[in-house]
C-alpha cells in the first residue's frame, strides 16, 4: 500500500499561485505514475494532471493545460502541482493519487489509481 500526504492548499484570488504537494509513502516500488484529481462541491472528482514515476511523462485536463505544471522530485518521493493564473472555478479539494504498473493511467482514469490521499482544499476567490 502506498501512502500519500498532500500539502499546500489555501485561499488565493484569482490570477494568483499555489503549489501543491504529495509526499509518497510505503509501497512505491510498483507505482507507475501520479495524479492529481479535483472535487469542487456537489460535483464529481476530476482528473487534472498524471506524470509517470521516471517523469518523463506528463498529460493535462484541458482545462488546466497551459496553467498548471506537475512535477516530482524522485529523490523525495514527492509529486507537486504548480498552479498558475488561478481561477475562481479551480476552487475544489485536490487529491494526489497513485497507479500501480500495468494500470491504464495515461490519460487519468480514475480507475487506474488505486491509492488516494486525504485531500487538500484549494479555493480561489474573485
Known amino acids: 500500500q502506498v501512502q500519500l500526504v498532500e500539502s499546500g492548499g489555501g485561499l488565493v484570488q484569482a490570477g494568483g499561485s499555489l503549489r501543491l504537494s504529495c509526499a509518497a509513502s510505503g509501497r512505491t516500488s510498483n507505482t507507475a505514475a501520479m495524479g492529481w484529481f479535483r472535487q469542487a462541491p456537489g460535483k464529481e472528482r476530476d482528473f487534472v494532471a498524471v506524470?509517470?514515476?521516471?517523469?518523463?511523462?506528463?498529460y493535462y485536463a484541458d482545462s488546466v493545460k497551459g496553467r498548471f505544471t506537475i512535477s516530482r522530485d524522485n529523490a523525495k518521493n514527492t509529486v507537486y502541482l504548480q498552479m498558475n493564473s488561478l481561477k475562481p472555478e479551480d476552487t475544489a479539494v485536490y487529491y494526489c493519487?497513485?497507479?500501480?504498473?500495468?494500470?491504464?493511467?495515461?490519460?487519468?482514469?480514475?480507475?487506474?489509481?488505486?491509492?488516494w490521499g486525504q485531500g487538500t482544499q484549494v479555493t480561489v476567490s474573485s
Open positions: 493519487a497513485a497507479a500501480p504498473g500495468g494500470s491504464t493511467w495515461f490519460h487519468g482514469a480514475k480507475t487506474a489509481f488505486h491509492s
Open positions: 506524470i509517470s514515476w521516471s517523469g518523463g511523462y506528463t
